[in-house]
């Protein structure tokens, strides 16, 4: 299937309009390669958001993997996207991974095929499998190439594409030991705009989750994917959230969903879901967050400015999300409980910091003073003003 000439979106994201003749863009097409999960695919819709912005004709490709969640949430943003024969390396059944030499060389022949006949000006990496071919083969014709690293600790494809990135965005200082430093900029973290410029009422999002405005409520997310010592922890402590006149939205991830909404019937306290798409709603209810600690999981929890108990994924690359929680800690800025200690401690923690007031305004104004709302913009100023005008 050839590319077709993509339409533009409103900037509310509800729906395809026609792009604008003469505006900012001058004709640029740009791709956006990457996702996996939401930590990626979220903040490139927010660059893509932002350049749209600035440039309203600008035309934007997607490049995701099939069978990945960007097939399905970039397109509800309202983007188009190209789904590449490409998965990572599984560690837990080798046999999985013969194909792997395989699907690598045929999405090698896709992108070629992507990038020859949608001709981008620039390609922007966010992370994940797709990354990889994409800005590989952009950089070998002479694409300008851009990556956003949102990790302290950067991925190895990341580290390898950024000796020739024409620019790489960062989340914090100290990335020097991984990308030349000429080609650094610190950006932070982009923030879809719905959460940092969110203006949904405490009354609203408790209608949207059926829930009461009244009570205390918990807000608990593993990320995308799902975190199963959270999902475990709370599943077993339903009556003593209710007890304590709590409530929760619980996001379980998609993994074992079923299992937990079992246990959640009949629990009028508790709004559960695999995946919640209006986070902005769920930040709005929320008194009190339970999260794992990636990067953008702290950016937006940030802006948000929510008391948050950290449960770090202890096999993050080089327990990255232990320190990124251990940096909020050390600020008094956040909780946090090792992921082997959750089932024990997570909900006595929750409960407790549900009956002090007083810490919760201390957290609060404390993490909202590392937030930062403009990121998106920046990397897409950057990005734009690499481009050429075209005749």
């Given amino acids: 299937m050839g590319i077709k000439k993509l339409m ?92 792997l030499p395989f699907k690598l060389i045929k999405s090698f022949f896709q992108v070629r095929k992507i990038i020859a006949e949608f001709n981008p000006d620039a390609v922007i990496g966010v992370g994940g499998y797709s990354s990889f071919p994409v800005l590989r083969q952009a950089q070998l014709k002479g694409i300008a190439t851009f990556i956003h690293e949102s990790n302290s600790f950067a991925g190895r494809t990341n580290i390898l594409l950024g000796k020739r990135a024409t620019k790489v965005f960062v989340a914090s200082d100290g990335m020097e030991k991984f990308f030349p430093a000429e080609r650094i900029m610190i950006t932070g973290n982009p923030v879809r705009k719905s959460i940092a410029q969110s203006v949904v009422s405490r009354a609203e999002a408790f209608r949207f989750f059926n829930l009461d405005e009244n009570k205390t ?66 930040y709005a209810a929320a008194d009190i967050v339970i999260s794992r600690s990636g990067a953008m999981a702290v950016t937006e929890l940030c802006v948000a400015k929510k008391p948050v108990i950290f449960v770090p994924f202890p096999f993050a690359a080089e327990d990255h999300q232990t320190v990124n929680a251990q940096t909020l800690v050390n600020k008094k800025a956040a909780l946090m409980i090792k992921d082997n200690e959750a089932n024990e401690k997570l909900a006595g923690m929750t409960i407790s910091l549900a009956e002090n007031k007083d810490l919760q305004t201390e957290l609060s104004e404390n993490i909202a003073k590392l937030a930062v709302t403009n990121a998106d913009e920046v990397i897409a100023r950057e990005i734009l003003s690499t481009l050429s005008p075209q005749p």
């Fill in 217 to 282: 409520t918990v807000l608990a997310v593993g990320g995308s994917l799902g975190a199963r010592s959270i999902n475990q922890a709370l599943a077993t402590k339903l009556d003593a959230f209710r007890m304590h006149n709590l409530q929760l939205i619980w996001q379980t991830g998609k993994t074992t969903a079923v299992e937990y909404k079992e246990r959640a019937k009949g629990h009028v306290n508790v709004w559960v879901d695999e995946f919640i798409t209006q986070m902005e709603m769920a």
């Fill in 8 to 99: 533009s979106v409103d900037k509310n994201n509800n729906g395809l309009v026609s792009p604008p003749l003469g505006a900012g863009g001058q004709g640029h097409r740009i791709i956006i390669a990457g996702g996996g999960t939401g930590g990626h695919i979220f903040p490139a819709i927010a660059i893509a958001n932002a350049i749209r912005q600035l440039a309203p004709d600008i035309e934007i490709l997607f490049v995701g993997a099939k069978g990945k969640m960007e097939m399905e949430k970039v397109p509800q943003a309202g983007y188009r996207i190209e789904g590449l024969d490409i998965a990572g390396f599984n560690r837990s059944s080798l046999i999985k991974n013969i194909a």
